[in-house]
């Protein structure tokens, strides 16, 4: 890294051997070197095309934060409404101001859409990705909401490492390589050899530029691999509440030939196709018990091996998916919510049961009521995978 320390320690007021030794050694030509903040020696200006160079789709780094009111300001001074979003952000280069970001803190799943309002200035930009190693800057009220910042205004935490943003939708990730922005910026960076002229700008909604005279519209990533016409369940988008909560805003109404195409598409899935086998062979064990073909007396031995079936069928994890389940927000718990008590209706019809037949609730028949509950929890981890995606780790 292109980095040198403040001072040695020997150095004195006045001593200047070459012009990074120490702060007061600066020139006050940026571009043969420069001190940022009297804190980082940074070795020259970078260049107008590195300033608008877009960032990669996926980075990772430290998140920082704006003083009260900055962003919101930023947003109405470039015109840009913040209608529809979690909040405004501040990406590093220009180049990404207008585009929809996602957040993913660690142990978090993912956030957004937010939009990107700012960017670091041209001699700042250095000191902020490279020195400091930031990936984005958030508002003072997101900073509050994720505990950075007191509602007192009391600072806890300056940032947060190992934050992803990501222009492009968690669920479309797919195979999206994810980089340190702080080291592709430093293999990226270049330096203005001659003039220190501020170049003339002018931005237009959403992502247009005039850069000197030259316009410039910045696209949109596109995923590393095509996105799917149809997935078994439509991906909420997450919207911040007025109480400062992240909740799910429920998808458009979609037309009946698409709900078809989908509901189709779950039955490729081979986890429903595990659970579509599983239930033909509890409905045919109901149908030979009811014909007397099993006797009362063995209904426990077909329920043991029904548990046994889901235990393979689904491997010996339900733990672990509860686990994860554990760290998504809120609003998902009405998913998992629903799923349990599918589970528990299992159970109390196991227990109906057993008052007119012969069932013994022993630990045979405890273990397939847990069998009930964990195939429910089971199927809330692949309903939440679907709608979180990168949140989960893969059961």
């Known amino acids: 890294m292109l980095l040198h320390p403040q001072k040695p320690a020997h150095a004195q007021e006045g001593d200047c051997p070459y012009e990074s030794y120490a702060v007061w050694c600066d020139d006050g030509i940026p571009l043969d070197g420069y001190w940022w903040q009297d ?3 940074i070795p020259g200006l970078i260049t107008v095309d590195t300033w608008f160079t877009p960032t990669p789709a996926l980075a990772t780094g430290k998140a920082a934060f704006y003083y009260p009111g900055l962003m919101k300001a930023t947003a109405e001074y470039r015109g840009l409404d913040l209608d529809g979003y979690v909040d405004g952000v501040s990406l590093m280069t220009c180049a990404d101001i207008g585009f929809e970001v996602w957040i993913q803190r660690p142990g978090h799943a993912w956030e957004g859409p937010y939009l990107s309002v700012d960017c670091a200035r041209r001699g700042d930009l250095y000191g902020v990705v490279a020195g400091r190693g930031e990936v984005i800057e958030v ?3 997101t900073a509050q909401r994720w505990g950075m910042v007191t509602e007192g205004g009391k600072i806890e935490q300056w940032n947060i490492p190992d934050v992803r943003v990501s222009k492009v939708p968690p669920e479309d990730l797919w195979d999206t390589p994810q980089v340190v922005l702080q080291d592709w910026f430093l293999d990226t960076v270049r330096f203005d050899c001659c003039s220190v002229t501020p170049p003339a700008l002018f931005y237009t909604h959403p992502r247009t530029w005039s850069i000197n005279g030259v316009v410039k519209t910045f ?12 997935t078994p369940f439509p991906t909420p988008t997450l919207q911040e509440s007025d109480y400062g909560a992240i909740v799910i805003r429920e998808p458009d109404e979609k037309p ?3 709900i078809q195409q989908e509901e189709q598409s779950m039955f490729r899935h081979p986890f429903y196709r595990k659970l579509f086998i599983l239930a033909l ?6 149908v030979l018990m009811a014909f007397q073909v ?13 548990v046994g079936f889901v235990i393979m069928l689904l491997g010996p ?4 998916a509860l686990y994860d389940l554990l760290k998504i927000p809120g609003g998902a718990w009405r998913v998992f919510a629903t799923y349990v008590a599918s589970g528990i209706v299992g159970v109390v019809a196991l227990l109906i049961a057993g008052a007119f037949t012969a069932i013994t609730f022993d630990a045979e028949t405890l273990l397939a009521m847990a069998g009930l509950l964990a195939t429910a929890a089971q199927m809330a981890y692949h309903h939440l995978k679907d709608l979180y995606g990168p949140a989960l780790s893969a059961p």
């Open 294 to 306: 099993i006797d009362n007396d063995r209904i426990e031995e077909v329920i043991t091996a029904i």
């Open 139 to 141: 508002s003072w009220k």
């Open 256 to 258: 009946p030939e698409t």
């Open 219 to 230: 696209s949109v990533p596109i995923p590393a691999r095509p996105t799917p016409t149809s």
């Open 39 to 41: 804190s980082l020696w």
């Open 281 to 286: 062979i509890a409905i045919l064990s109901l």
């Open 317 to 320: 994890k339900p733990l672990r």
